[in-house]
């Protein structure tokens, strides 16, 4: 479900629609309620565990962004272990810089 589509390419801009205020988040809740939801017991967010995140799913099931940005993104934030520390997924601090990137595709 979460990578379904391995489609690349795409815009790294995009634009709200119906957004009168580009401070206005892209989320209804804020990025720490978010990674508590979704964390493990280890206190990190796989690739995985995003496939809980509905309103990531939602952009995802309709082409508003895609499976390879999310994982370029998560990659970025520290996941898979690339950022150190021995975790295979991302921290909180990791979390909220992918949860910031992708919001900031909409702004």
Do not use: H
Request: aromatic fraction near 10%.
């Amino acid at each position: 479900r979460y990578l379904g589509a391995a489609a690349t390419g795409g815009s790294w801009s995009r634009s709200r629609s119906g957004s009168g205020s580009g401070s206005e988040s892209l989320f209804s809740q804020r990025p720490a309620a978010v990674f508590a939801q979704l964390s493990s017991s280890g206190g990190e967010v796989g690739l995985d565990d995003l496939a809980r995140w509905d309103e990531l799913q939602e952009l995802l099931e309709d082409g508003e962004i895609l499976g390879s940005e999310v994982q370029s993104f998560y990659d970025a934030a520290g996941g898979g272990g690339g950022g150190g520390g021995g975790l295979d997924g991302l921290d909180e601090a990791g979390f909220e810089a992918l949860y910031d990137m992708i919001d900031d595709l909409f702004e």
